[in-house]
């Protein structure tokens, strides 16, 4: 899509992908509100505890994920199939000892996406704790089987409802402003 806009916004640059476009005097601009709608969705469920962040996947949305836990001062290492960098884990690389480590994981992947419910990321669950929260994009179903493992060990579990209302509210904004 960015190829086909004539401006981007600043955070939209920063990031690299755009998920609202607005016309404004001919101009096609693109702006990126999952990274507001991450924030303030999050926000209400971070603690103390809440220190480094592993981000399961890499595409467009990982990127307004990375960018927001930036702004939060939390250091984060993406998780990848295929992983290309030193700031990204294959699966396989995820011990329990890394999961403990990293408080927050965030589900950027499409595993549990409805219809294909029963899909899950495959990191080792049993390094999970009541300390965590695991934040997963997904809102359909409500309640995906990331989420489940991590209520099963305590810990904190979120969906992305509140995030996709918010980045709504964003994105209506812009095209009304």
């Not at 950027?108 to 929260?133: A, R, V």
Request: hydrophobic fraction near 40%.
């Amino acid at each position: 899509m960015l190829p086909f806009l004539d401006a981007l916004d600043a955070d939209a640059q920063s990031i690299g992908a755009v998920n609202t476009i607005k016309i404004q005097n001919g101009k096609r601009i693109g702006y990126n509100t999952d990274h507001y709608g991450f924030v303030e969705s999050l926000k209400p469920y971070l603690t103390a505890n809440h220190k480094s962040a592993l981000i399961l996947g890499t595409g467009g949305a990982s990127k307004a994920i990375a960018f927001a836990l930036n702004t939060l001062n939390i250091p984060f290492s993406f998780v990848s199939r295929t992983p290309d960098s030193k700031n990204c884990l294959g699966y396989d690389a995820l011990s329990s000892e890394i999961i403990a480590a990293h408080q927050i994981i965030i589900n950027c992947t499409p595993l549990g996406t409805h219809p294909k419910i029963e899909l899950y990321p495959p990191i080792s669950y049993q390094g999970i704790s009541k300390d965590h929260l695991l934040f997963d994009l997904i809102y359909n179903p409500s309640q995906t089987q990331f989420l489940k493992f991590g209520l099963k060990a305590k810990a904190t579990a979120v969906n992305g409802l509140r995030m996709l209302e918010l980045q709504a509210e964003k994105s209506w904004g812009i095209w009304n402003s």
